[in-house]
T-cell receptor, first 115, second 117 residues
Framework: AQKVTQAQTEISVVEKEDVTLDCVYE???????LFWYKQPPSGELVFLIR??????QNEISGRYSWNFQKSTSSFNFTITASQVVDSAVYFC????????????FGSGTRLLVRP | EAGVTQSPTHLIKTRGQQATLRCSPI?????VYWYQQALGLGLQFLLW???????NRGNFPPRFSGRQFPNYSSELNVNALELEDSALYLC????????????????FGAGTRLSVL
């Protein structure tokens, strides 16, 4: 079965702290894609990153970084020096090679960054 | 460039009524996806339209239906509304066309919040 698990329901940090959001996935396919989206209070899902199953290089974009490890089926997201504007719900999602092309989402992690 | 736009922002209906939600994809995008985000149930895939045809649907009853117009905009119709249909309905678009691939990024709109009383 294809599945995404985000075990952390809610995380609260103080501004400038680093925070890591965990994502564990399950899939039988060898070719698949992982995504992270941010959902601020406005409701819109904002695309953050896409990673394919053949590229295990970690990626850094400003204060954001992602650690993809196939050995543990994890795709974790770290925010360095968090800011109040980072407060949102973050979703990890999976998409694989079949005709459905839908995204399977984790349950999301609500991040609250306190000033 | 305009993103995915959805209308209305909020919709209030009573049980048994019908609701129509609209979505305009990013210019050039041919695929439209609909997702339901209900409290406690997370984000669930509803429908996928590509080039005017329904390509796949999620595990939802037939009273959830929709269509895609020649300009690639889309409508989601929910008939015989039930209280549990209350949710945020999100539309996403992607550039699939002849290059269907799971790598294609889905870009989301801000959603329509449907409240069924």
């Amino acid at each position: 079965a294809q599945k995404v698990t985000q075990a952390q329901t809610e995380i609260s940090v103080v501004e400038k702290e680093d925070v890591t959001l965990d994502c564990v996935y399950e899939t039988r396919d060898t070719t698949y894609y992982l995504f992270w989206y941010k959902q601020p209070p406005s409701g819109e899902l904002v695309f953050l990153i896409r990673r394919n199953s053949f590229d295990e290089q970690n990626e850094i974009s400003g204060r954001y970084s992602w650690n993809f490890q196939k050995s543990t089926s994890s795709f974790n997201f770290t925010i360095t020096a968090s800011q109040v504007v980072d407060s949102a719900v973050y979703f990890c999602a999976l998409r694989w090679m079949d005709s459905s092309y839908k995204l399977i989402f984790g349950s999301g992690t609500r991040l609250l960054v306190r000033p | 460039e305009a993103g995915v736009t959805q209308s209305p922002t909020h919709l209030i209906k009573t049980r048994g009524q019908q609701a129509t939600l609209r979505c305009s994809p990013i210019s050039g995008h041919t695929s439209v996806y609909w997702y339901q985000q209900a409290l406690g149930l997370g984000l669930q895939f509803l429908l996928w339209y590509d080039e005017g045809e329904e390509r796949n649907r999620g595990n939802f009853p037939p009273r959830f239906s929709g269509r895609q117009f020649p300009n690639y905009s889309s409508e989601l119709n929910v008939n015989a509304l039930e209280l549990e249909d209350s949710a945020l309905y999100l539309c996403a678009s992607s550039l699939e066309g002849s290059g269907l691939s799971p790598k294609n990024i889905q870009y989301f709109g801000a959603g329509t919040r449907l409240s069924v009383l």
